[in-house]
């Protein structure tokens, strides 16, 4: 449970190091149809030690921008512009769209890795988890024997919960929960400075997630490493996160610190988002969801992307993309935030 306010959380953000700054960064999936750009122009900056949720609605780009981050997108996904500089601990800044694959292997598992929603789909089906953990820990630290390695993986099972004789144990035969965990422990093996997390816990039960996110924050406190954690969620990002990005049609729409969303989210899109999903510890209210879908990536409006979906758009916002522009501690791309507004539309907007 965190318990600096919202000013002390704002102020650890802005004096803590960079560790990750995607700059003008651009990804799209060349498809027979076109290109679909999934992410549009991100520019965000992860610091250190920090816990940067990404929410969004389905489709919005949020798995796409994950795996850019980590330089893990796959074809035919393809960064077609902009930056990921990443600031490894001593060592020089790099930016990780340039480097080659040979080159990115000393940045994988220690520097940053990734945990997604599937274990399944990450930790190998016909491998004990013992070579799993030893394959990492070895691969990075050649100076590592055998049984030291396997102390030491018995150490991260048992960090989220794992009894340490499971180390023998094959992936199918833990359980959804605890494959989950044991993918966590994997991706800390290397004490990397920051997690990638792709709905991390979407795939087991709301007690089991609430267990393994305890765990999790648990590890942040005490390891120090960064988060970026993507979910459909914004009652559990506004629980766990510092700061909150909100993905639409492929662009960040607004970043705010978590407590800011919570209070007082800024773009028509977040307040829809944060109506849909009211934190768990509120008395139950009415959910309004958002009318319509989101956007066809292949076929975007020319101002807006929220626009048909806005019930307080000006004209304006149908002609012109708004850009995400700083406004009183956040950052958020909305034409009605940045020009003079007749007062019943203001008071919409502050409601
Ligand atoms: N392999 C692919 N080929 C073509 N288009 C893709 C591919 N994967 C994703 N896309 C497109 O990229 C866009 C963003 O997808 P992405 O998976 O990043 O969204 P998301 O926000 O993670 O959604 P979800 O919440 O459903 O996981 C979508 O329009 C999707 O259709
Ligand atoms: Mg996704």
Same mark, same amino acid.
């Given at each position: 449970?965190?318990?600096?306010?919202?000013?002390?959380?704002?102020h650890?953000?802005?004096?803590?190091p960079?560790?990750?700054?995607?700059?003008?960064?651009?990804v799209?999936?060349?498809t027979?149809?076109?290109n679909?750009?999934?992410?549009d122009?991100?520019?965000?900056t992860?610091?250190?030690?920090?816990?940067?949720?990404?929410a969004?609605?389905?489709?919005s780009?949020?798995s796409?921008?994950?795996?850019?981050?980590?330089r893990?997108?796959r074809?035919?996904?393809?960064?077609s512009a902009g930056?990921?500089?990443?600031?490894?601990?001593?060592?020089?800044?790099?930016d990780?769209?340039?480097l080659?694959e040979?080159?990115?292997v000393?940045?994988?598992?220690?520097?940053?890795?990734?945990?997604?929603?599937?274990?399944?789909?990450?930790?190998?089906?016909?491998?004990?988890?013992?070579?799993?953990?030893?394959?990492?820990?070895?691969?990075?630290?050649?100076?590592?024997?055998?049984a030291?390695?396997?102390?030491?993986?018995?150490?991260?099972?048992?960090?989220?919960?794992?009894?340490?004789h499971?180390i023998?144990?094959?992936?199918?035969?833990?359980s959804?929960?605890?494959?989950?965990?044991?993918?966590?422990a994997?991706?800390l093996?290397?004490d990397?400075?920051?997690?990638?997390m792709d709905?991390?816990?979407?795939?087991?039960?709301v007690?089991?997630?609430?267990q393994?996110?305890?765990?999790?924050?648990?590890?942040?406190?005490?390891?120090?490493f960064?988060?970026a954690?993507?979910t459909?969620d914004?009652?559990?990002l506004?629980?766990?996160?510092?700061?909150?990005?909100?993905?639409?049609?492929?662009?960040?729409?607004?970043?705010?610190? %978590?407590?800011?969303?919570? &209070?007082a #989210?800024?773009?028509?899109?977040?307040q +829809?988002?944060r109506? !849909?999903?009211?934190? *768990? =510890?509120?008395p139950?209210?009415?959910?309004?969801?958002i009318?319509?879908?989101?956007?066809?990536?292949?076929?975007?409006?020319?101002?807006?992307?929220?626009?048909?979906?806005?019930?307080?758009?000006? %004209?304006r916002?149908?002609? &012109?993309? #708004?850009a995400?522009?700083?406004?009183? +501690?956040?950052?958020? !791309?909305?034409?009605? *935030? =940045?020009?003079?507004?007749?007062?019943?539309?203001k008071?919409a907007?502050?409601?």
């Amino acid at each position: 449970m965190k318990l600096e306010t919202v000013a002390e959380i704002a102020h650890r953000i802005a004096t803590s190091p960079p560790l990750l700054e995607a700059k003008g960064l651009c990804v799209d999936y060349v498809t027979e149809a076109g290109n679909i750009r999934a992410c549009d122009d991100i520019n965000i900056t992860l610091h250190r030690g920090e816990i940067l949720g990404i929410a969004g609605e389905s489709a919005s780009g949020k798995s796409t921008l994950l795996a850019a981050l980590g330089r893990l997108q796959r074809a035919p996904a393809v960064t077609s512009a902009g930056q990921v500089v990443f600031h490894a601990k001593g060592k020089e800044p790099v930016d990780l769209t340039r480097l080659s694959e040979e080159q990115l292997v000393d940045y994988r598992w220690s520097g940053i890795s990734i945990v997604m929603q599937s274990a399944m789909a990450c930790l190998n089906p016909v491998s004990r988890l013992k070579a799993q953990f030893l394959d990492v820990l070895l691969a990075h630290d050649s100076s590592l024997t055998k049984a030291t390695a396997t102390a030491r993986a018995e150490e991260l099972l048992q960090m989220v919960g794992i009894p340490s004789h499971r180390i023998n144990a094959f992936p199918h035969e833990l359980s959804g929960g605890m494959q989950q965990r044991a993918l966590i422990a994997l991706s800390l093996a290397c004490d990397p400075e920051l997690v990638l997390m792709d709905e991390p816990t979407t795939a087991v039960d709301v007690v089991m997630q609430r267990q393994i996110l305890a765990k999790v924050l648990e590890l942040q406190e005490k390891l120090g490493f960064a988060i970026a954690f993507v979910t459909h969620d914004l009652s559990l990002l506004l629980e766990i996160s510092d700061r909150i990005a909100i993905m639409y049609g492929g662009k960040i729409v607004e970043v705010g610190t %978590a407590a800011q969303m919570y &209070e007082a #989210p800024r773009h028509p899109y977040t307040q +829809g988002l944060r109506n !849909a999903f009211p934190p *768990l =510890t509120e008395p139950v209210r009415k959910l309004t969801g958002i009318p319509g879908s989101p956007p066809n990536l292949l076929n975007l409006p020319q101002g807006c992307a929220f626009a048909p979906r806005c019930s307080q758009k000006i %004209a304006r916002c149908e002609s &012109e993309i #708004p850009a995400l522009l700083d406004i009183s +501690g956040g950052r958020a !791309a909305c034409h009605l *935030l =940045t020009q003079e507004i007749p007062e019943p539309a203001k008071e919409a907007l502050n409601a």
